[in-house]
């Protein structure tokens, strides 16, 4: 056994409905690089504001019987946030899809986290260079939007018109002021 910390790899263990599932030790370099730079994004955002933004790592205790690691989440009650992660609905989370969480991501987790008060998800898949933003009505999540990066191979099919009429950025229901640029999310995912 190598007794070398540098190349153990620590188990991150989610409780979803009750029950211990492993995550994957090593998230792909490309969901590293989206959830990174929407957290940046948060972070330079909200310096000097009130609410605060914590990357992949941070545990989050939403029920007893629901414990998850969101990649990025926005909280807003300083008094949910604790020294061993966040008791209680975040006000936005952003789950980034990977295989082995896909399923989770998609079906259960969204559902905790719309009956525990969240009040904006956005899945977020690397290979279609998507962000699908639901938002909290009545207690149950809607989808607001989906946005994507149109691949070059599409664009150069499009009309110059077409081209101008894409969504290239969009803002958080949080915060009429923030505007997030594709681009800048999904900068050198391959």
């Not at 070398?4 to 620590?10: R, T």
């Not at 941070?58 to 008791?87: A, R």
């Not at 952003?94 to 998800?121: C, F, I, M």
Request: net charge negative; proline share 5%.
């Amino acid at each position: 056994m190598n007794t070398n910390l540098a190349y153990q790899e620590e188990i991150w263990e989610e409780l979803i409905d009750g029950k211990i599932v492993a995550m994957s030790p090593r998230p792909a370099i490309n969901h590293n690089r989206i959830s990174f730079r929407i957290a940046h994004i948060f972070e330079n955002y909200l310096a000097k504001k009130p609410c605060e933004p914590f990357d992949d790592g941070v545990d989050l205790f939403l029920t007893e019987k629901d414990h998850f690691i969101p990649d990025v989440m926005i909280v807003c009650d300083p008094d949910k946030i604790k020294s061993d992660g966040v008791h209680g609905a975040p006000d936005l989370v952003v789950e980034v899809l990977s295989p082995s969480t896909e399923k989770n991501d998609r079906g259960y987790k969204k559902e905790a986290y719309a009956a525990a008060g969240v009040k904006e998800y956005w899945i977020v898949d690397p290979t279609n260079k998507s962000i699908e933003q639901y938002f909290l009505e009545n207690g149950q999540f809607a989808l607001h939007e989906i946005y994507m990066v149109c691949p070059d191979y599409e664009l150069i099919k499009m009309t110059e018109e077409d081209r101008t009429a894409l969504v290239t950025e969009f803002k958080c229901s949080l915060y009429d002021d923030l505007l997030i640029s594709l681009e800048d999310v999904f900068r050198r995912v391959k």
